[in-house]
């Protein structure tokens, strides 16, 4: 997919703030809102926009605790990878899943309420899943950066 420099500024300025009007965008990009509506409109078409999601504070949520886990399955049965990614799937705690290279099978993002909180999502849950060998948990202590936007170079 080809972005102009418009299309890059348009992206940017989604990523600072996702509900933005139109007009100021358009603002900012020194363009008419109706270019800016079209290229929203065709960036969405193609895919390259998915969605405009709510940032959510966690902490204010309850959820106090981010950790990652670190999964290995005991076979590599298309029956056993079913099986946990559905689980993983229906799991709310976890936010993030991904399949990674290395000495471990899967990297998933856990937030739980406290720490007790986090040994009932790995041992009563995760653990538990039909096909996992071992997990290990990682405490987040304090998080340095966290952002959604992405590099438009």
Do not use: W
């Amino acid at each position: 997919m080809h972005l102009d420099e418009f299309d890059r500024r348009i992206i940017a300025a989604l990523q600072e703030d996702a509900r933005m009007p139109v007009a100021t965008i358009a603002e900012r990009v020194a363009l008419s809102a109706t270019p800016v509506s079209r290229r929203l409109k065709r960036l969405e078409d193609e895919g390259l926009i998915r969605g405009y999601d709510p940032l959510l504070d966690e902490r204010k949520l309850g959820f106090a605790l981010d950790a990652y886990v670190l999964v290995n399955l005991d076979a590599h049965s298309d029956e056993n990878i079913a099986g946990f990614e559905q689980a993983i799937a229906d799991n709310p705690y976890v936010i993030a899943c991904h399949a990674v290279t290395g000495d471990r099978d899967y990297l998933l993002h856990v937030i739980a309420r406290d720490v007790e909180h986090l040994g009932q999502i790995t041992l009563k849950s995760i653990v538990r899943t039909p096909g996992v060998r071992d997990v290990q948990s990682v405490i987040v202590l304090d998080t340095i950066k966290k952002t959604r936007a992405l590099p438009l170079e």
